[in-house]
């Protein structure tokens, strides 16, 4: 029923390179999300949108950035990749901000 | 500073009995909680919520139950059945973010 794609599902990078994930919703929310999931950590939020051009820092959002120049793309970019930002990357989108969150499949990216 | 635990890492319940997954909160600005259900390689999908001004919500096997004195949430499924097995995040709401716990991982055992 997607409505949201991520793209890559997986990646392994180098250290040091810059990386960039995509969220692609054709639902037309307001609301975009970038979280990532660690084994101890649950899910946390890297940055999130509020509309285009729109965007905020979450509680884990060193060493990413966020660009949103259209309604339907939220991209996510590791300005140099880290062994620590080895992780499964969520983009979510809500309509109301609040809740109703749907979320994408996941990015597995691998920093080596 | 974890501001909504899941103290349990993990639960297995016997099939046909009652599932209790537990929450906990630091915030008391959060205004509305959420229970969320991942299977493996695969993104959250929402189960059920509840707002800050109830203190119970059910849908069908699925009851949430909030309790603002104690800063508590609780999952209740009853019957437990099989494919109710995977991860449960709780989640708290304030303004325009959703903060997530750590989750509990559930098995059922047939």
């Known amino acids: 029923d997607a409505g949201i794609t991520q793209s890559p599902r997986h990646k392994v990078t180098e250290t040091g390179t810059p990386v960039t994930l995509r969220c692609h919703q054709t639902?037309?929310?307001?609301?975009m999300y970038w979280y990532r999931q660690d084994p101890g950590h649950g899910l946390r939020l890297i940055h999130y949108?509020?509309?285009?051009?729109?965007?905020d820092k979450g509680e884990v959002s060193d060493g990413y950035s966020v660009s949103r120049s259209k309604t339907e793309d939220f991209l996510l970019t590791l300005e140099s990749a880290t062994s620590s930002q080895t992780s499964v990357y969520f983009c979510?989108?809500?309509?109301?901000?609040?809740?109703?969150?749907?979320f994408g499949s996941g990015t597995r990216l691998t920093v080596v | 500073d974890q501001q909504v635990k899941q103290n349990s890492p993990s639960l297995s319940v016997q099939e046909g009995r009652i599932s209790i997954l537990n929450c906990d909160y630091t915030?008391?600005?959060?205004?509305?909680f959420l229970w969320y259900k991942k299977y493996p390689a695969e993104g959250p999908t929402f189960l059920i919520s509840?707002?800050?001004?109830?203190d119970k919500n059910e849908d069908g096997r699925f009851t949430v139950f909030l309790n603002k004195s104690a800063k508590h949430l609780s999952l209740h499924i009853v019957p437990s059945q099989p494919g109710d097995s995977a991860v449960y995040f709780c989640?708290?709401?304030?303004?325009?973010?959703?903060?997530f716990g750590t989750g509990t991982r559930l098995t059922i055992i047939p």
């Open positions: 979510a989108i809500s309509e109301e901000g609040f809740y109703g969150y749907t």
């Open positions: 639902e037309n929310h307001r609301y």
């Open positions: 949108s509020y509309g285009v051009k729109d965007t």
């Open positions: 915030n008391s600005m959060f205004d509305y």
């Open positions: 509840i707002s800050s001004i109830k």
């Open positions: 989640a708290a709401s304030a303004r325009e973010k959703l903060t």
